[in-house]
C-alpha cells in the first residue's frame, strides 16, 4: 500500500508542478500569440543590458508597429485581425536572431531586441523584418498587404538604461510612422525636440 501512496503522491507533485508551469507562461506570455509581453520582456532587456555594458556591447530595441491595422479590424473583422496578428508573430520569429527577445506588446505592436556589434547589422536585420512583414499575407483564402513601420534604438548612444531606451524607440517608431510608415527610423536627439515643439 505504501508503495501505491508513494506514487500517487509523485504524480500529484507533477501535476501540481505542470499547473505551476503552465499559469507562469500564461501569466509571462501573450494569449494569442504565445510570445513573450512587455512584462517577460521588459525583464530580459534588463538582463541583456546589464550584459552588454559589462561586455562593452551594444543593444538594438526596435518597435515594429502594423500600418493601418484598426482599417483591417473594421472592414475584415477581428477574427482576421487576430489571424493576422498570429501571422505575423510567425513571420518575426522566423526573421529573428535566436539569442534576441521578441515580444508582443498590444494591440498591433510587436519590440524586438538583440545583442548588437554593429550598426550595419542593425541595419540589415530591420531591412529583413520589413520585407519580411510587408510580403502579402494569405489568410483564408484572402490576399492582405499591410506594411510596417519600425522605430529602433541602441544603447548606449540612444539611453543608457532600459526606460530611456524604450522611450528612445518608441519616438522613433512615431518618427516613422509620421513619415510615412513602411519604413525604419533610428533613434536621433532631434525627435526629442521634434516632439516637444509639437507639443
Known sequence: GRVVNY???????????????????????????????????????????????????????AMVGLDRFDGVNKSLG???????LQETSQRLKATFPEDGVLARFGGDEFI????L?????????????????????????????IGASMGIAVLPEDGADVDTLMQSADLALYHA????????????????????RRR
Open 112 to 115: 524586438v531586441a538583440c545583442d
Open 7 to 61: 506514487v500517487a503522491v509523485l504524480r500529484d507533485m507533477s501535476a501540481l508542478q505542470e499547473t505551476k508551469d503552465r499559469l507562469k507562461h500564461q501569466v509571462l506570455h501573450d494569449a494569442l500569440t504565445g510570445l513573450p509581453n512587455s512584462f517577460l520582456f521588459l525583464e530580459t532587456l534588463r538582463g541583456m543590458c546589464e550584459r552588454a555594458r559589462e561586455s562593452g556591447c551594444g543593444v538594438m530595441v
Open 177 to 196: 510612422k509620421v513619415s510615412g510608415r513602411r519604413q525604419a527610423s533610428f533613434f536621433t536627439a532631434s525627435m526629442t525636440r521634434d516632439l516637444v
Open 117 to 145: 556589434n554593429t550598426r550595419l547589422e542593425c541595419e540589415e536585420l530591420a531591412g529583413r523584418i520589413l520585407d519580411e512583414i510587408t510580403r502579402p499575407f494569405r489568410i483564408d483564402g484572402d490576399r492582405l498587404e
Open 78 to 84: 477581428y477574427v482576421l485581425g487576430d489571424r493576422l
